[in-house]
T-cell receptor
Framework: NAGVTQTPKFQVLKTGQSMTLQCAQD?????MYWYRQDPGMGLRLIYY???????DKGEVPNGYNVSRLNKREFSLRLESAAPSQTSVYFC??????????????FGEGSRLTVL | KNQVEQSPQSLIILEGKNCTLQ??????????LRWYKQDTGRGPVSLTI?????NTKSNGRYTATLDADTKQSSLHITASQLSDSASYIC?????????????FGRGTSLIVHP
């Protein structure tokens, strides 16, 4: 099984450019998440989708938008990239819900540099 | 506000030695606590899960403990190997109306030297 697949793995942008990070999971999970990881800060939640058709802001949503395209896919868009958005982005999914333990399954990460 | 604090921030040990990583949390209502291992350049992977009623759980050379009264957990690594070099992240989930809301610690960076 592929698990959680993110694309692209690496990207360099100029300030003001836009881009979309793609994420797909093949585990039939209801919940999907986007995190960013910065040195010394740990993983911080940007947006999450508890189920198909719903999205909610996390801890650091400013400058980002998301789309839950279907149950499998959850994309993250930077409309006007800023140097502060240089980070490693992780997509995750889980079978969180009533009676389920909520283990997060992560993708391999997308390393974004904004110049 | 839910918080998870980990210590130490970083740790260097010699191959074959044991070590213990600590996690203190203030998360309510508590549902479960997981330890994740994150290898350099990879996504985190779950090592163990602890629920309220569990005190100790082992996964090979990894043993996690949970004290729900003091809201502390530890991860003990026995006979360390070079492959144990990684970041270890404590994640505590609250159960809010059936949805699990995870709170992440900042991780402990472990380096195992030969």
């Amino acid at each position: 099984n592929a698990g959680v697949t993110q694309t692209p793995k690496f990207q360099v942008l100029k300030t003001g450019q836009s881009m979309t990070l793609q994420c797909a999971q093949d585990m039939n999970h209801n919940s999907m998440y986007w995190y960013r990881q910065d040195p010394g800060m740990g993983l911080r939640l940007i947006y999450y989708s508890a189920s198909e058709g719903t999205t909610d802001k996390g801890e650091v949503p400013n400058g980002y938008n998301v789309s839950r395209l279907n149950k499998r896919e959850f994309s993250l868009r930077l409309e006007s990239a800023a140097p502060s958005q240089t980070s490693v982005y992780f997509c995750a999914s889980s079978e969180a819900g009533q009676g389920r333990s909520g283990e997060l399954f992560f993708g391999e990460g997308s390393r974004l540099t904004v110049l | 506000k839910n918080q998870v604090e980990q210590s130490p921030q970083s740790l260097i040990i010699l191959e074959g030695k044991n070590c213990t990583l600590q996690c203190n949390y203030t998360v309510s209502p508590f549902s479960n606590l997981r330890w994740y291992k994150q290898d350099t350049g990879r996504g985190p992977v779950s090592l163990t899960i602890m629920t309220f009623s569990e005190n100790t759980k082992s996964n090979g050379r990894y043993t996690a403990t949970l004290d729900a009264d003091t809201k502390q957990s530890s991860l003990h690594i026995t006979a360390s190997q070079l492959s144990d070099s990684a970041s270890y992240i404590c994640v505590v989930s609250a159960n809010s109306g059936g949805s699990y809301i995870p709170t992440f610690g900042r991780g402990t960076s472990l380096i195992v030297h030969p």
